[in-house]
């Protein structure tokens, strides 16, 4: 449960988040900058997890997540993420049920956290 | 018809009417005795046809039923031809004794412009004619006249078939489609009056009330006449009078028009007694002019340069195409059209009411056409400051995308590079330390930031509407606040800032200045209206001049709403705003 694909448009975010994650032990096995490329690069490598940014150039990360979701044999475990304030999307967090975590607070750990369903540190409904 | 060729025809008619009167005893001396009022009652008729005709072509060139009724007056003379002792003038004479109902016909159907309207009323009009000249020319071949006074020239030229006998026969079962048609004349007229609009009503009535008892006294004389019908003792004494009463249905017509000239000066009472606000005028121009539908636009310079016609408000208003029932007259000033009547157009069959109204209510239409164009400027000043409003929001927006793509990503890669960096330094304790301290102010620096962009453009009004914004607003505002209300549906996105904003400064306001202990938010949508309350149980004696909430008023005025502070000093603030959302 470690294979990881990372969806952002802001490349430094991805080199970060890449090194952060592998130092936590994650494995980074794709990278995707927009909504189209993600759906493509999961469907290709099947991860076990898609740390989802909730804007997208082409895309509204919530359109995306669902497209996942609808992922056939197994689909991968999102949590999304954002530099904004959390509160711009609440309302559709709730309403799509997935975790979230802010990107300064994005660590390995965090994310196991959420993916276990224990609480979500800059979640919505912390 | 220029005025000069009306009065030689006037003067012409005049030697008709004389002529005709003159005419039996000019050319048989020995003339009588004649039945005084049958007599007076027949020359009367043919006389108010040309003079009542004359003075609806005088006053009302632009109409041709003024010529029209002079035509149905020299038919109803045409008769006199016969006492011109010649056989031929006789026989002339004689078969056109009744052409005069076919004009008559025509100049009831085409009333009162003197054109016919549509195809039914130009069949209606031939079927007249038509007939009419059937029976001309079945009477002139059949007629067989018989006279005490045999002389020389009663002879009819033309009578070259039957006998007076058949003639009569022929007369009589012909009587009926006459008959018919005067019906059908009447019915036209009646079905013109019932699809007018008020003011071609008042027109067309005095016709209807004149023209129905005609119809049924012709209808009666051509019946009793052929003996279907009994009361010729009575017809006869009764005459033509009624046919004579005819035209006053017309002058009665024209005499209105100059009782509501009348109305002019009322107008102009009216019009001084107050100061008009330009409604006020239009109602005003509909009472006198008896035209409910009437507008006065106003020609005011146009944003873009050249003139464009608005209403009273200001609004951008078309002049009606043609053919859609309303006419337009111009107001001009120095030969430039300043404003423009909008009405009826069966008014424009009286240009003489129209022009005295328009110069009864000159001042008043110059007037209003300031008002409205100030009005338009006014329209043009709130429509620039919401653009201006819009602009300012969009760059705010522009901005916040910036932080986000720009620092706001360099920070957040600083903070990664600083925790791994924190991660790398695990044996020694000082510089961990001090990593982590970078870390943590870097942190609050990003955290400060995203405040930054959220202030500048709250992301979540786009994205998930007024109610989720000002919930989230509440949560973060620094005094505890609840939403008690808040619609969840979608307004503009000009509405939506502006609700959004007055809700954040006003909890701002309640956490910073007014030390409350708790604020309440209140949305509400009634029609077309968004109504925005928040209240608190502060210090109260807020100054609603202080410069966020003025800066909070222009934006709501911006969009052609208000915004109202109740502060009274010890009880608290209540901040409504007011805006249009739509309907």
Known sequence: MNRIVIVDDHQAFRVWARAVLAADGFRVVGEAVDGASAVAEVRAVQPDVVLLDVQLPDADGFEVADLLLAA?????????????????????????????????????SAIRLLMGGGACPGGPLS | MSRRSLILIGLAGLAIVILSIAGPYLTVHDYGPVDIPVDLAANAAGASFLAVGWVGAWRRPQSRIGLLMMAVGLAWFAVRVSWIPNALAFSVGAALNNMWAAVLAHAFVSFPSGRLRDRRDRLVVALAYGWALALLLVNA??????????????????????????????????????????????????????????????????????????????????LSGVGWLGGAGVLAAVGSAPAAALPFGFLIGLLRTRLRRGAVGDLVVELGKRAAPAEHLDAALARVLGDPTIRVLYRVPSPSGGRVYVDASGQPAQLPEAGTGSSVTTVDQGGEPVAALVHDASLSDEPELLEATVAAARLAIDNARLQAEVRAQLEKVRASRARIVRAADVERQRIERNLHDGAQQRLLALSFALRMAESAADGDAELKAALGDAANELKEAL??????????????????????????????????????????????????????????????????????????????????????????????????????LTGLADRVAALGGTLSVASPPGAGTVVTAELPCGA
């Open chain 2, 447 to 548: 955290s400060e930031l995203r405040e930054l962009a959220q202030g500048l453009h709250p992301e979540v009004l786009t994205r998930s509407g007024l109610a989720a914004a000002v919930r989230a607003a509440a949560r973060r505002a620094s005094v505890p606040a609840e939403v008690a209300e808040a619609p969840e549906e979608r307004f503009s996105p000009d509405a939506e800032a502006a609700a959004y904003y007055v809700v954040s400064e006003a909890l701002a306001n309640a956490g910073k200045h007014a030390s409350a202990t708790l604020a309440r938010v209140c949305i509400r949508r009634s029609g077309g209206m968004l109504r925005v309350e928040v209240a608190d149980d502060g210090v109260g004696g807020a100054d609603a001049a202080g410069s966020g």
């Open chain 2, 141 to 222: 071949l059949t007629w067989h006249p018989v006279f005490s006074r045999p002389y020389a020239w009663i002879h009819n030229v033309f009578g070259v078939l039957g006998t007076q006998h058949l003639n009569a026969e022929i007369m009589r079962v012909a009587s009926v489609p006459t008959v018919a048609l005067v019906a059908v004349v009447v019915a036209t007229v009646i079905s013109h009056w019932r699809r007018a609009t008020p003011p071609g009503r008042r027109v067309l009535a005095p016709l209807v009330w004149s023209g129905v008892p005609v119809g049924v006294w012709f209808a009666v004389q051509q």
């Open chain 1, 72 to 108: 056939r044999p197994q689909p991968p475990a999102i949590v999304l993420t954002s530099s904004r304030d959390v509160s711009a999307y609440e309302a559709d967090l709730a309403r799509a049920g997935l975790p979230f975590v802010a990107k300064e607070d994005l660590s390995g």
